[in-house]
Nanobody, 124 residues
Framework: VQLQASGGGLVQAGGSLRLSCTAS????????MSWFRQAPGKEREFVAG????????GYLDSVKGRFTISRDTAKNTVYLQMNSLKPEDTAVYYC??????????????????WGQGTQVTVSS
């Protein structure tokens, strides 16, 4: 499975961005697609995840109500709509997939395939 992430950029606080992650190759190799992020000097953290089969979602508490994850199964693509962005959202965002037990959704070790990352920078 190859994951191609795109959509990052520079935005002012309060602005919006939409990230995309398209899977190719053996796209049946994962039941969940998620976004993680890593800021400089910090550990990688889970942001949002979605189950391919039923669109069940999970979010990091600090992004609930601001970020929305969705999927387009026909395009093998997952989106992360990010609204009301804050400077603390600045990070490299990675998409990841794998056969993930829902209870391990937030654990990066549960994912087998990762995209290359896309930079999101929010200025104050």
């Amino acid at each position: 499975v190859q994951l191609q992430a795109s959509g990052g950029g520079l935005v002012q606080a309060g602005g919006s961005l939409r990230l995309s992650c398209t899977a190719s190759g053996r796209t049946d190799s994962g039941n969940v697609m998620s976004w993680f992020r890593q800021a400089p000097g910090k550990e990688r953290e889970f942001v949002a995840g979605i189950r391919w089969s039923n669109s069940y979602t999970g979010y990091l508490d600090s992004v609930k109500g601001r970020f929305t994850i969705s999927r387009d199964t026909a395009k093998n693509t997952v989106y992360l709509q990010m609204n009301s962005l804050k400077p603390e959202d600045t990070a490299v965002y990675y998409c990841a997939t794998g056969n993930v037990i829902w209870g391990l959704l937030r654990s990066s070790d549960a994912y087998s395939y990762w995209g290359q990352g896309t930079q999101v920078t929010v200025s104050s």
